[in-house]
């Protein structure tokens, strides 16, 4: 985002915070140092570019128009600010399907962030083989660009045969995200210390757990 000054020099303001700059590289360095990438901003995958931006279809039709959209990755900022000529930010409302569900398993309320995630747990309570989950059951440390940060799971997960796992629950398009990637790398590790597994759910992991529920199902009908 930029605009013209008084005397016509552009002016780079963040689309995150309303942060003004004079030069374009430090407009850029600022967003990439002080925000999150993937939540904040997305950066241009052509690898001439790798600016930060909100939206790459739209960068794409601005600044590359002959260039072939890419199809896979983080395509928008997963949250949308309107930063106005005052330096104002205004967030817009998230679509995630937010809220409380209730698990007849574990007898109690956990909070959701994602219609993904309510669906894991209705699929956890529903599934024969797990005795018990608990939901953002601890913190691991973590690094990133040189500092150190803490993440936290989405599920752990205890079956019946006595293996443990932690699932991580996220779309597809977010698992190329290199703060995503030094998260995980780290919850391995952290993982296979205890003997546990550590798995990235992205849409084909949950649809792989909806079929074996659904076919613990189909099976007690057979043998019935």
């Known amino acids: 985002m930029f605009q013209s000054s008084n005397n016509n020099q552009k002016k780079y303001q963040c689309f995150i915070c309303g942060v003004m700059f004079d030069e374009f590289q430090e407009f850029t360095d600022h967003i990439i140092e002080k925000h999150e990438e993937g939540r904040d901003y997305v950066l241009c995958p052509l690898e001439r570019c790798k600016v930060p931006v909100r939206d790459v279809k739209l ?49 109690k309320d956990f909070y959701h962030r994602s219609g993904y995630e309510k669906k894991i747990f209705e699929l956890l309570d529903e599934w024969n083989e797990v005795m018990a989950y608990d939901v953002e059951p601890f913190k691991i440390p973590y690094v990133h660009e040189g500092e150190v940060h803490q993440y936290t799971p989405d599920v752990f997960v205890a079956y019946q045969s006595g293996k443990k796992e932690i699932w991580e629950i996220k779309p597809a398009n977010q698992t190329t995200l290199q703060k995503n990637k030094d998260k995980w790398e780290a919850a391995n590790i952290a993982c296979q210390a205890r003997g546990w597994e550590f ?18 199902f189909t099976e007690n009908q057979d043998e019935d």
């Open 59 to 107: 960068h794409y039709k601005v600044k590359h128009p002959s260039e072939k959209l890419p199809t896979k990755g983080l395509m928008k900022a997963i949250v949308w600010r309107d930063v106005s000529t005052k330096g104002k930010v205004k967030v817009k409302k998230r679509n995630f399907r937010e809220g409380y569900h209730h698990s007849t398993k574990m007898g």
């Open 199 to 216: 798995t990235v759910l992205t849409e084909k992991g949950i649809n792989m757990v909806a079929n074996k529920v659904k076919r613990q």
